[in-house]
């Protein structure tokens, strides 16, 4: 392991421990004595019931110490949408060939993605695209927007929350590319052919559509990009792009 990603998992289990409100000491033993202190204050079963190929944690940051002695024999790692994993981690995973799995619940069930619909002014009529989202049992919304950078720092905001995808409609797909693609968190793509591909590549949460494509195009591109999920960002680029 690299000298960084040490650093990085003393930072972190330094961090979680003052937000704990105990002393990094007090955290170590916690977890020596095989359960995580994160699991503890949330009164969280960590790697229950279940396949025993498969490690569930319902904890916020998952760090090497969380999974010490824990991966033998495991195939699919399950977290929560926005647990963060930190660079060691993802190596160790790479390393024994474990997939990583997040979904709404420890528990494995489905999370329901939640779309939000960006668009400038009265640019494109988002009504139909809402439609159609709500028939696939998607919640979704609309989000109107004055200017362009309006639009996109709004939606980058939004796409914080647990799983949620952002798509936002212009005929300025390029301006919108760059202006999002500036704020970090933010991975967006722009593709009307190949949104499951290209998605899937960055782990995309914003999808930038030309409205000039027309409605069926678009109407597409967006039920393939919310059938995607929420795509965890890919460990090669984790941490340019997270």
Do not use: W
Request: hydrophobic share 45%; net charge neutral.
């Amino acid at each position: 392991m690299s000298s960084l990603n040490v650093n990085i998992e003393q930072l972190v289990q330094e961090v979680m421990a003052r937000l704990a409100g105990r002393p990094p000491v007090e955290q170590a033993e916690a977890v020596k004595a095989g359960s995580s202190p994160e699991s503890i204050s949330e009164g969280r079963q960590s790697g229950g019931g279940g396949s025993s190929d498969v490690l569930q944690l319902a904890v916020p940051v998952v760090t090497l110490k969380e999974v010490s002695g824990r991966l033998e024999s495991i195939r699919r790692l399950v977290v929560l949408p926005h647990t963060v994993i930190t660079p060691a981690v993802h190596d160790e995973l790479y390393r024994r060939g474990i997939i990583l799995e997040r979904t709404a619940q420890a528990d494995g069930q489905a999370a329901k993605v939640r779309l939000i619909l960006g668009v400038v002014g009265r640019e494109f009529d988002v009504d139909a695209i809402l439609a159609a989202l709500q028939q696939a049992d998607f919640q979704a919304e609309r989000l109107s927007a004055e200017s362009l950078p309006e639009a996109v720092e709004r939606l980058a905001a939004m796409l914080a929350q647990p799983q949620t995808l952002g798509v936002l409609f212009t005929h300025r797909t390029a301006a919108a590319l760059c202006l999002a693609n500036r704020i970090r968190g933010v991975r967006a793509v722009g593709t009307q052919s190949a949104v499951a591909q290209a998605a899937a590549e960055v782990g995309a949460n914003l999808l930038v559509l030309d409205i000039g494509a027309g409605f069926f195009s678009v109407r597409q591109a967006v039920l393939t990009f919310a059938r995607g999920g929420v795509r965890p960002c890919p460990r090669e680029f984790f941490d340019k792009l997270s």
